[in-house]
């Protein structure tokens, strides 16, 4: 940004617009149970999701942004896209286009939602917005938005953006490539990519973040019997499905340290990035396992904070996400079961091939199974994570001006443990590019789960950062 005063003049234009106007919205698209379409097969039927896309796309057209076009793009069978199109302003380098990501879909309901708030029902306690999709990525159009408008407010110029908001994210991104291809001439090859899909470690300063998990997700089903038998008939010869299942995830998971131990999962850490966990552990200590809600008793995996940022950021990791084939407690009987499943969502380190991964997981969980029995492994995706390419001098510039400004304080960089598919992708599609990808799923916003919010002064200064990102980006001058 220019100047201090400039600075100061965006930032009182983003509060005002996110009070009068991106406030009020955000709570009606949290109405919206706009459920992903691995959770919703039939999301076409029961309309959410196009209901969604059309609320942000309406909002954004009433905006006072310069030449702004909100189209939404549909492809047969696929999710909705909203593009927002607007032109450079006068002023800005003709030659500069930045390409800005966010997402609608949302994760199911889940349980545990505390009194007086609910997945459905935005609710807004302590400078915090309750609720689905608030923080998990719905704010991102509106925050874009709201950026370029105070920025016309304040007379600073931006280059030309393109704002895709996709409707498959949470299910991997499963529709946005065909998009990406149909829109590819239109989009150009962007100097600058924007994603704010991700976290901050803290609410006192802009976290960006330099890496991002890949991510195998699979099903593994041990079968040895036609149909259930008696327990007691049979038990001590007919061999137990589960049991093989746990003899075979012990192949690829140490059970007493929770190690992943299969070789091709793995990754060295570059250099710079010891160097970030050593520096960001350093700083944060034990507010690393902040939002961690381990019960009473239960100690954490791992050794200290630098441990704790390495296995979440840089090292795989194995998580059981779902089981099927047992009944529940009070409706089980004394049966030997036919058959177990369980669905794994194995984390891969950011620079692992996602592709190399699931081939060692299969080949390992199939060789040679105990008693013969069947098994299947299905590989429901395999997304390569994504390190971030170095930053230019400009935009390492533009961000601790602009995050000083909005915060006080520097901006710090991280990795994050989670995955973006469609940072990954991009990352491969133009890598010349320049990222920003910073969000604000801080301590205890909990996406996914019971209780999520959106921490409203942290979006504003999120929202901040952006519109002073668009100004560095449309100098022509820029180094």
């Known amino acids: 940004m220019p100047d201090p005063s400039t600075a100061t003049t965006v930032a009182a234009a983003v509060e005002r617009i996110w009070d009068e106007a991106v406030l009020p919205a955000l709570e009606e698209y949290v109405r919206v149970p706009a459920l992903s379409p691995a959770f919703d097969p039939d999301w076409e039927a029961h309309g959410h999701l196009d209901r969604a896309v059309e609320l942000v796309r309406d909002w954004c057209a009433a905006r006072p942004v310069p030449g702004l076009q909100a189209e939404v793009l549909r492809l047969p069978g696929l999710t909705p896209l909203l593009l927002l199109d607007v032109p450079a302003s006068a002023g800005a380098d003709p030659r500069a286009r930045a390409l800005l990501y966010g997402h609608l879909d949302k994760q199911p309901e889940m349980?545990?939602?505390r009194d007086g708030l609910g997945p459905w029902e935005p609710v807004v306690q302590h400078g915090r917005l309750y609720g689905r999709g608030g923080a998990d990525d719905g704010y991102a159009p509106f925050a874009v938005c709201a950026a370029l408008e105070a920025m016309a407010e304040a007379g600073l110029p931006h280059p030309r953006c393109l704002v895709l908001v996709e409707a498959s994210e949470e299910s991997g991104s499963i529709h946005l490539d065909a998009h990406v291809e149909a829109l590819a001439e239109r989009l150009g090859r962007p100097d600058l990519v924007v994603g704010l899909d991700s976290g901050c470690a803290t609410w006192d300063r802009l976290w960006t973040t330099s890496s991002l998990r890949g991510l195998v997700a699979l099903t593994v089903t041990v079968e040895v019997l036609a149909e259930g038998v008696h327990?007691?008939?049979?038990?001590?010869?007919?061999?137990?499905?589960?049991?093989?299942?746990?003899?075979?995830l012990d192949r690829i998971e140490d059970a007493d340290t929770g190690r992943v131990l299969v070789p091709a999962l793995w990754a060295?850490?570059?250099?710079?990035?010891?160097?970030?966990?050593?520096?960001?552990a350093a700083e944060l200590g034990e507010e690393v396992l902040a939002g961690l809600p381990l019960v009473p008793g239960v100690r954490p995996m791992g050794t200290g904070p630098?441990?704790?940022?390495?296995?979440?950021?840089?090292?795989?990791?194995?998580?059981?996400v779902g089981v099927a084939g047992m009944?529940?407690?009070?409706?089980?009987?004394?049966?030997?079961?036919?058959?177990?499943?369980?669905?794994?969502?194995?984390?891969?380190?950011?620079?692992?091939?996602?592709?190399r991964a699931a081939d060692a997981l299969v080949d390992t969980l199939t060789a040679d199974p105990p008693h013969g029995a069947r098994v299947a492994v299905e590989v429901e995706s395999a997304e390569t994570g994504w390190d971030a390419p170095p930053t230019a001098p400009w935009l390492a510039a533009a961000l601790a001006e602009a995050g000083t400004a909005a915060f006080g304080?520097?901006?710090?960089a991280m990795g994050e443990g989670g995955s973006i598919p469609f940072i990954g992708k991009l990352g491969r599609r133009f890598p010349d590019a320049q990222f920003l990808v910073t969000g604000v799923l801080g301590p205890g916003s909990n996406a996914h789960g019971p209780n999520e919010f959106l921490h409203l002064a942290m979006a504003r200064g999120v929202t901040s950062v952006v519109a002073g990102v668009l100004a560095a980006l449309a100098d022509a001058d820029r180094p």
Do not use: M, Q
């Open 268 to 280: 060295d850490v570059p250099p710079n990035r010891r160097e970030e966990l050593a520096a960001t």
């Open 409 to 412: 304080r520097p901006p710090a």
């Open 306 to 320: 630098e441990d704790w940022l390495r296995a979440r950021t840089w090292e795989p990791s194995i998580a059981y």
């Open 231 to 248: 327990s007691g008939s049979h038990g001590g010869v007919a061999p137990s499905s589960f049991r093989v299942l746990r003899a075979l």
């Open 111 to 113: 349980v545990g939602w």
């Open 327 to 355: 009944p529940p407690p009070e409706r089980a009987g004394n049966v030997i079961r036919p058959a177990t499943t369980v669905k794994l969502a194995v984390r891969l380190p950011p620079t692992c091939p996602a592709d």
